[in-house]
């Protein structure tokens, strides 16, 4: 073989690898493409794992917030039926009370009713009238 039949193998062979590194080229910009957008997929991720955990101690605080609340909520719901217990309690006395007023009043009234008939009854009897800011008004 002399320069000559290696220029033109060399020539021959550049020609077919012309279009292979052609596609070479494609393949390597693709690449590239594919990493910058790995990059970006990352970095995008990444935030969102910063946001996730930010999400996640604003969780935490709220959880032991509402624990919190919920204690003070039992509290207060104790209290609630300490007074209920108590309020049923003055209901009842004052139902028994007012039972026993009632009967008291319409006793008195009817023994004022009596003694306003036989005060009438006297004074008729004895010719007495009496002056009107005495007289009883059932």
Known sequence: ?????????????????????????KVKTKLLDI??????????????????????STLETINEELGTTGRKLDILW???????????EVKEKLDYNKTYFKTGFENTNGNVNKLNKRTSTIEDQLGIAPPPELNIIP
């Open 1 to 25: 073989m002399n320069d000559e039949d290696v220029k033109k193998i060399t020539k021959a062979l550049d020609e077919r690898l012309k279009p292979l590194i052609g596609d070479i080229a």
């Open 35 to 56: 990493n910058t957008s790995q990059f970006r997929n990352y970095t995008e991720l990444s935030n969102i794992g910063k946001d996730v955990a930010r999400i996640d």
């Open 78 to 88: 104790e209290q609630v039926e300490k007074v209920t217990i108590g309020l049923e």
